[in-house]
T-cell receptor, first 115, second 114 residues
C-alpha cells in the first residue's frame, strides 16, 4: 500500500456541488498539507496542519475547507464547487522530527474536474 | 517578484546529454534546498536534498547551491529516457527545520529522447 493514499483518483462534479477529497497516511508523520497544481502555476498551498488541533490557511484557501480527523487523516472539502477549481490536488506529509532530509511525501493526486 | 523562479521549459535533449536545471530565489532566509521529480500523473518525489551552500552528488545527479547568488542547480549526467519528468525545486528557511512549508518552483518539463 502507498504511504500516502488519496481518494478518489479522478472525479467529475457539477458546479455548486459539495465534494470531499480524502487523504490518509501510514508514514506516522505529524504534518499534512493540501496543494493544487495547475499548468503554468505550479504547486500552490491550500491548507496545512502541523497536528490534529492545528489547522492553517495557505495561499489559496478561499472556497476550501479542511478537517484533520486523526493524525493519519486529512480531508479537503469544496463547499460549492466552481469550474476554476478544476485542477490536480495533492496531499503531502512531513515529519517535524529529524533533519528534514526526507522532505515531503506526496500522494498520487486527485484529478478534479468541475463542469 | 516571486520568491522562487524556475524556467518551465519545456527542455528536450538527446539521450546521454548533460542536463542543467536551475532556480533562483529572493528570500535570503532559505537554508534548505530540494529537488523533486514528478512523473506524469504521479505525485512529486524527493530526488535531492541540500542544506546551505555547496554541492551534493548522488549517482548521475548533482545538486549545487550558491547562496551568495541565490541560485540553485541540478545537473543530470548521461541522461536517460527514464529521466523524462517535471523537476521542481523547493526550499524553506524556518529555523525549526527543513519541513516547514516548502516553497516550490513551478517546475521544468524535461524530455530525454532516445
Amino acid at each position: 500500500d502507498a504511504d500516502v493514499t488519496q481518494t478518489p483518483r479522478n472525479r467529475i462534479t457539477k458546479t455548486g456541488k459539495r465534494i470531499m477529497l480524502e487523504c490518509s497516511q501510514t508514514k506516522g508523520h505529524d504534518r499534512m498539507y493540501w496543494y493544487r497544481q495547475d499548468p503554468g502555476l505550479g504547486l500552490r498551498l491550500i491548507y496545512y496542519s502541523f497536528d490534529v488541533k492545528d489547522i492553517n490557511k495557505g495561499e489559496i484557501s478561499d472556497g476550501y475547507s479542511v478537517s484533520r480527523q486523526a493524525q493519519a487523516k486529512f480531508s479537503l472539502s469544496l463547499e460549492s464547487a466552481i469550474p476554476n477549481q478544476t485542477a490536480l490536488y495533492f496531499c503531502a506529509t512531513s515529519s517535524s522530527i529529524g533533519t528534514g532530509s526526507n522532505g515531503y511525501t506526496f500522494g498520487s493526486g486527485t484529478r478534479l474536474t468541475v463542469v | 517578484q516571486k520568491e522562487v523562479e524556475q524556467d518551465p521549459g519545456p527542455l528536450s535533449v538527446p539521450e546521454g546529454a548533460i542536463v542543467s536545471l536551475n532556480c533562483t530565489y529572493s528570500n535570503s532566509a532559505f537554508q534548505y534546498f530540494m529537488w523533486y521529480r514528478q512523473y506524469s500523473r504521479k505525485g512529486p518525489e524527493l530526488l535531492m536534498y541540500t542544506y546551505s551552500s555547496g554541492n551534493k552528488e548522488d549517482g548521475r545527479f548533482t545538486a549545487q547551491v550558491d547562496k551568495s547568488s541565490k541560485y540553485i542547480s541540478l545537473f543530470i549526467r548521461d541522461s536517460q529516457p527514464s529521466d523524462s519528468a517535471t523537476y521542481l525545486c523547493a526550499m524553506s528557511g524556518h529555523s525549526g527545520g527543513s519541513n516547514y512549508k516548502l516553497t516550490f518552483g513551478k517546475g521544468t518539463l524535461l524530455t530525454v529522447n532516445p
